[in-house]
Nanobody, 124 residues
């Protein structure tokens, strides 16, 4: 089992920045990549970014590319999502997820483990 705990959410004005953290514990060596997803009220969960565990290969959704950066600290078993130039449409609950699949993907169904989420609210 893998436990994921997100933190760092909050309220910010448009154009501001936030950094989300996702602390992983348990059988983390089984996870091949980590991702961030988000879900706004009344909308489906959508992908944000993914990173290969222990590596540097990343994938970003088009809506956040150039504004968000996913990174990790392997020693701390923590994945980060630096969010800059935030927009009101970035408002959502943000979830960290871990996958044991061997092929990197932003498809939510490939992620076996999920955190409880952290709320991000961007005001105009």
């Amino acid at each position: 089992q893998v436990r994921l705990v997100e933190s760092g959410g909050g309220s910010v004005q448009a154009g501001g920045s936030l950094r989300l953290s996702c602390a992983a514990s348990g059988y983390t060596s089984s996870c091949n990549y980590m991702g961030w997803f988000r879900q706004a009220p009344g909308k489906e969960r959508e992908e944000v970014a993914v990173i290969v565990t222990g590596g540097t290969y990343t994938i970003y959704a088009a809506s956040v590319r150039g504004r968000f950066t996913i990174s990790q600290d392997n020693a701390k078993n923590t994945v980060y999502l630096q969010m800059n130039s935030l927009k009101p449409e970035d408002t959502a609950m943000y979830y960290c997820a871990a996958s044991v699949s061997t092929s990197i993907s932003l498809e939510p169904w490939k992620y076996a483990y999920w955190g409880q989420g952290t709320q991000v609210t961007v005001s105009s």
